[in-house]
């Protein structure tokens, strides 16, 4: 059984062939809802398109394939009883596969641009239960970062084959002459490309555009990028050292148009004393050292504490010696559990403190990081996830050079 969430309930439900073409219509009944299946002769492919003109119960939009567990046990990333995503970013073709059989959807060009939450959102596309479920989440209740966006969503594709992944390239240019609401051909879109610079190391340069419509992404390559086909309007453009937020800009998109425009990190380079992790949007590295000197102890610092996610208001509570940190106040609420679901990424807060001359001491010197927030559950109490740490000010000579 496969199905718009849990089932659209009573619809209108309309089937036509155009140019060799079969094309169903389904208006849902009780939702602000249309989905097609576009059907071509001789190929194991259920094309696919959905428009919404409003938010969908119960708070998400998601295509659901639940499919026989013994036929198809292996979830995309191994082993039944996976639970997984990947970052949009990265997730173009994703499946489940059996013997000699392979299920899986495809999410080709712009099938992105109406979902929210950006390059690096994420959510279930396997899950092993009952069934073999198979999922795209379209609009995602899960640490979702914006509002819904309005409009139709793909196409997009769930392909049969004996096993073996399909590319995630394919030809969706044929619902130009389908009468498909919302769908707008490349004819009808531009593009922006340019330079994105000031991202050093081994970390990936991300570009975004995004406004109350439509998002797209790219990876720079070699200090250059080149965008998706957007559809016209103007775009917030931001740029990411991995998933850390380093720019911001605007571009205007005309359909046809294709533009240049430079963009350049605009992060200051303080001096660093010690730095814990990497101040790139992920949690995942921890790299520390006692680099203070005394002499650098003789004059005020600045601590810098990057977070990537918070629950319930969670925010750093830091303590220097008897030095007491302000409070930072709390951050930008979302309304969603995320440590304890495997989600790390969300707004993305920064916090400093300008620590004074007289919290440090000669030799060692004790920071205490906890948090300040509500919640009385001790595994849903309020959290933060932290991206990097460090202390600014004269550096050492065994202090970071970046």
Known sequence: MSQINSG??????????????VKITVKAGSQP???????????????????ITGEISPGELRWLARLQRKQVPNGWHGNVGDDNGYRFIEDKVHGVTGSNVGVWMIMPGTAY????????????????????????????????????????????????????????TLDTSFFSSLSIQGYVPDSGRGSVS???TG?????????????DNAQYWT??????????????GSYTMKMYRDEFSVAQDTVTITAGG??????????SNPSVIWRIGDFDGQPFELKNGDKIEPADQLSGVVLRVGTTLSFKTGRPNVKINNWQGSDPGAPRLIDSRGVTRGAYRGFGEVYTWNVPATALKQGSNTLTIGVFGTGDADYLSANYIVDAI???GKAGVDSPKD
């Open 199 to 211: 991202v050093t190391g081994s970390f990936e340069t991300v570009v975004h555009w995004f406004n």
């Open 219 to 232: 990876k720079a390559s070699g200090g250059k990028y080149t965008s998706p086909l957007m559809k016209p």
């Open 113 to 168: 641009e109406t979902s929210a939450g950006g390059p690096f959102m994420r959510d279930i596309n396997t899950k092993t239960d009952v069934d073999q479920e198979l999922s795209w989440y379209m609009n995602s209740g899960h640490v979702r970062t914006e509002p819904w966006r309005f409009g139709l969503l793909g196409p997009y594709a769930m392909r049969f084959t004996t096993g073996s992944q399909p590319s995630a």
């Open 258 to 267: 294709k533009i240049t425009k430079n963009i350049a990190s605009t992060e």
């Open 33 to 51: 809802l249309t989905h097609y299946y576009v059907a071509k002769p001789g190929d194991p492919t259920i094309y696919m398109a959905t428009y």
């Open 194 to 196: 340019g330079t994105a």
């Open 8 to 21: 659209l309930g009573a619809s209108t439900v309309t089937a036509e062939t155009i140019n060799g073409l």
């Open 390 to 392: 460090e202390l600014q």
